[in-house]
């Protein structure tokens, strides 16, 4: 038998986190939730180049200038109408002879690179265009 004693163990005390600290930091992630949600923009509409005016605005009799990106090759090819330029000069040229109330959309060809696009729609902007967009697909 065994008549040892036993030790009387005293009860450890668990390290225990602030209260107040904790409540700070609840209160800021809420804070920074609320924030974050209410600067963000709504999604359910986005804006696009080619809007529709509403009735407040005073709409364009004019169709917008089409402008079509081709690559043959190594070599990029404007279209803007009927008329055909192989450099950003002379298509800056171009458009700067035709009536800007409309404005431009920007269309690409296949194999066409982004920065065939991107020579288009800086030389619209260039050429004095405030509304330029791009239109994806054919």
Do not use: C, W
């Amino acid at each position: 038998m065994n008549f040892r004693r036993r030790e009387v163990r005293a009860i450890e005390s668990i390290p225990r986190l602030s209260l107040v600290a904790f409540i700070d930091i609840v209160l800021f992630l809420l804070l920074y939730l609320m924030l974050a949600g209410t600067l963000t923009p709504p999604e359910a509409r986005i804006a696009t180049g080619v809007e529709r005016p509403s009735a407040s605005q005073k709409s364009s009799p004019l169709a917008p200038i089409r402008l079509r990106v081709e690559r043959n090759g190594d070599r990029v090819q404007f279209q803007v109408g009927q008329r055909e330029v192989a450099s950003r000069e002379a298509l800056v040229v171009a458009l700067t002879q035709v009536p800007k109330d409309g404005g431009v959309i920007v269309t690409a060809g296949e194999g066409t690179l982004v920065a065939d696009v991107a020579t288009g729609l800086q030389a619209a902007k260039d050429a004095g265009f405030s509304r330029v967009s791009y239109a994806a697909g054919r």
